[in-house]
């Protein structure tokens, strides 16, 4: 279909490809699809299928805005668009490519407790090799080198949250960035859901009845229309065991950058 004049592509049943007008930057398994899923939940928001990884891969940004536009789903007008890319929360050249999109775009970012995310981060990886029949080191031998915390080790990094939320607030003001508390998004979506609803001037819609819980996955799950639905089994998997000693050093090891990100962001979170 060619682009009509507005930058969008149109379809004969009334419905148009839109660029996001919100797109969910990450925190790499902080619980962006659980989030995605539940904001689907709201009628006027539609999200795109796949992770998109436009600003963050060159390959896919050298294509330009109209593939990305071409990745978009197609929506009733009065409807919002809504992608996410868990990796461009900490690819630093993506925060000005996305403000020379749209400055004024709307930004989720979900959070978990940095240590926790790391752990979810080691079980991804270790899960991807086991399907590959390749192995992965035991989490400690990653995490610690001669001793100490192994910062060669990306996972850390990649919870360092306050690094990467400098690169973000250099283009866009903290009132176009909503945090949500993946922790709190897991023990009780609904309040984090409201939170959400209300950042984006949505009508609000999600209720108690879009959820409930189920006890074999541990996890609540989601009703829509009736239909109930849980996460895919690589969403909450239990995670290694680690020595309480291993645990303590990586608590040291976060908790200034913590505090600096509390310090960033005008909030705290239930980490340190
Ligand atoms: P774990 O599998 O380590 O528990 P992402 O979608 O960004 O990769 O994040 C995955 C994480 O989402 C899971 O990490 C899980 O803890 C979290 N999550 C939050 N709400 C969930 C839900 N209702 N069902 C399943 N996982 C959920």
Redesign the pocket.
């Known amino acids: 279909l060619p682009p009509a004049d507005n930058g969008t592509t149109s379809h004969p049943n009334g419905t148009l490809q839109q660029f996001p007008q919100i797109i969910i930057i990450g925190?790499?398994?902080?619980?962006?699809?659980?989030l995605i899923e539940m904001l689907s939940l709201h009628s006027t928001v539609v999200a795109a299928q796949n992770e998109v990884h436009f600003f963050d891969w060159e390959s896919h940004f050298q294509k330009g805005l109209s593939w990305y536009l071409s990745q978009m789903p197609y929506t009733f007008p009065e409807q919002l668009t809504v992608e996410k890319t868990?990796a461009y929360f900490t690819s630093s050249k993506v925060p000005k490519r996305i403000f020379q999109m749209n400055p004024n775009i709307k930004l989720l970012l979900?959070l978990?407790d940095p240590m926790?995310r790391v752990?979810?981060d080691y079980?991804?990886v270790f899960y991807n090799r086991l399907q590959k029949h390749k192995r992965y080191q035991p989490i400690e031998s990653v995490l610690v080198k001669d001793g100490e915390i192994n910062l060669a080790y990306k996972a850390l990094n990649r919870s360092l949250y306050y690094t990467h939320m400098q690169n973000w607030l250099q283009y866009f003001p903290m009132e176009s960035i909503h945090v949500v508390d993946?922790d709190r998004?897991?023990k009780d979506?609904l309040p984090e859901m409201k939170k959400v609803e209300r950042f984006l001037k949505l009508e609000p819609q999600i209720n108690a009845s879009n959820f409930y819980f189920n006890k074999t996955?541990g996890?609540?799950?989601?009703r829509d229309h009736g239909r109930e639905r849980?996460?895919h089994d690589?969403?909450?998997?239990a995670?290694p065991h680690v020595a309480p000693a291993i645990l303590q050093k990586l608590y040291q090891f976060f908790h200034q950058p913590n505090k600096k990100f509390f310090e960033l962001v005008g909030r705290t979170f239930n980490w340190n």
Do not use: M, N
């Not at 925190?27 to 659980?34: E, F």
């Not at 690589?234 to 998997?237: A, N």
């Open positions: 925190v790499r398994k902080g619980g962006t699809r659980a868990p979900i978990r926790e752990l979810s079980t991804q993946g998004l897991i979506p996955k996890f609540y799950c989601l849980c996460l690589s969403k909450g998997r995670h």
